[in-house]
């Protein structure tokens, strides 16, 4: 499977999993009795009229908890193809030659803020669009996205102290960087619902 294809599959499970549990709030916490791969479950009552509740909620429990697993065997994929992804670009955007200017204010920067945030948006904006607003898969992916950049960042930096005025650009591109990463992270937890503890692991990725 591609890594797009990966991701359409994990959020494919996450809205089945939120509406099941939306319909049966409790079904998260069901055990499968039984399994259902050599036979079918029989979903009515013995006069074939009724639906037999017990046996459908049990094999929903079991078809909700075998697609978690194939989630998650999706979602480590789609993680690991995702650094390799952004190391790739990263490793492109920074070997680029930038374009140096200055601001109003007349701060030196070059292009660099744009050039990588310009490709970061595109991989964030598609994994915003497919994943649900709590998603686990979201979080892992954005912190995943940052870390590179930052672990790519540090490598990187000496390579733009070459004077006094690229030194001056770098550190402003730096300031913007550092900025543009926290709009994009308020961004997130204004639009998504996620939980105190999925906000805090957002923060930590992202401030490694």
Known sequence: L???????LVAWVENFRETIEESFPNIG????????????????????KQVDMDVAKDSLAWANNMLWEV??????????????QTDEWLDNVYIADHTKSQTSEGRLITSLCEDVYSLAGVQLRTIR?????????????????????????????????????????AANDFIRMSEKCEEILSDLVAECNLSP???EALDEQSAV
Not at 2 to 8: G, Y
Not at 29 to 34: A, N, P, Q
Request: glycine share 2%.
């Open 29 to 48: 916490e069901h055990t499968s009795k039984k399994t259902y791969f050599d036979e079918k479950p029989d979903l009515l009552q013995e006069d074939n």
């Open 129 to 169: 669009e497919r994943l649900t607003r709590r998603s686990e898969a979201l979080v892992q992916a954005v912190g995943v996205i940052f870390k590179n950049l930052y672990e790519k960042q540090i490598a990187s930096r000496n390579n733009f102290l070459q004077d006094f005025e690229t030194c001056c650009a």
């Open 2 to 8: 591609t890594v797009t294809q990966l991701l359409d």
């Open 197 to 199: 503890e999925a906000s």
């Open 71 to 84: 989630h998650d065997l999706a979602k480590d994929e789609f993680l690991f193809r995702t650094k390799e």
